[in-house]
């Protein structure tokens, strides 16, 4: 069925590091993708998005990289903070109004 | 202003029982999604109210149900709890109607249901 999934469950970074966090979807009708950071004992907190008509976006500190050719979706946060420690997930929304999420990637910053 | 808000925070119910969680959202918006989240399934969609009406639902029994007061505070109901409905349940609110993501729209920190 549709899915959103991530490749690595569990990923433990030095301070400092840049991180990726890797994301697969299956929905080519998906126009509209979200990463989210969820931080222990908090509701999910919006990092950055992307349409699908782009490939590319910054924000401060973190990029999303779009790869529909192979239903790719990719997080990097430069320059890896403690601050940065959670649960990070991806999300699609297709042009129909369904959304999916990704079961979640926990991030690890070794001070 | 306030954030979104969601009470109770935390819930332990036994088998059988039915609960009723809460959520108020931003002031001046009028959309509430509900969805669950647990460590297997990660987040799933609920259903969402807008203007005192259901305008989406997603693939849960009928167990699950929700409502929403003309003030936006919305509630949702889980009757004969099932040991598998122990889950983090979110609330997501919107200015306007649809289900929201990103930017539009802004999550509670949840209420944890056990059931036991």
């Known amino acids: 069925g549709e899915s959103v999934g991530l490749h690595l469950p569990t990923l433990s970074v030095q301070e400092g590091d840049n991180s990726i966090i890797n994301c697969a979807y299956s929905n080519s009708a998906s126009d509209y993708f979200i990463w989210y950071k969820q931080e222990s004992g908090k509701g999910p907190q919006f990092i950055i998005d992307?349409?699908?008509?782009?490939d590319k976006r910054q924000g401060q500190r973190v990029t999303v990289l779009l790869n529909k050719t192979v239903k790719h979706l990719s997080l990097q946060i430069a320059a890896t903070q403690p601050g940065d420690s959670a649960v990070y997930f991806c999300?699609?929304?297709?042009?129909?109004?369904?959304?999916?999420f990704g079961p979640g990637t926990s991030l690890s910053v070794i001070p | 202003k306030a954030g979104v808000t969601q009470t109770p925070r935390y819930l332990i119910k036994t088998r059988g029982q039915q609960v009723t969680l809460s959520c108020s959202p931003i002031?001046?918006?009028?959309?509430v999604s509900w969805y669950q989240q647990t460590p297997g399934q990660g987040l799933q969609f609920l259903f969402e109210y807008f203007s005192e009406t259901q305008r989406n639902k997603g693939n849960f029994p009928g167990r699950f149900s929700g409502r929403q007061f003309s003030n936006s505070r919305s509630e949702m109901n889980v009757s004969t709890l099932e040991l598998g409905d122990s889950a983090l349940y979110l609330c997501a609110s919107s200015l306007v109607g649809g289900v929201h993501l990103g930017t539009e729209a802004f999550f509670g920190q949840g209420t944890r249901l056990t059931v036991v």
């Open positions: 002031s001046g918006h009028r959309s």
């Open positions: 992307i349409r699908s008509n782009m």
């Open positions: 999300a699609e929304k297709t042009s129909y109004d369904k959304v999916i």
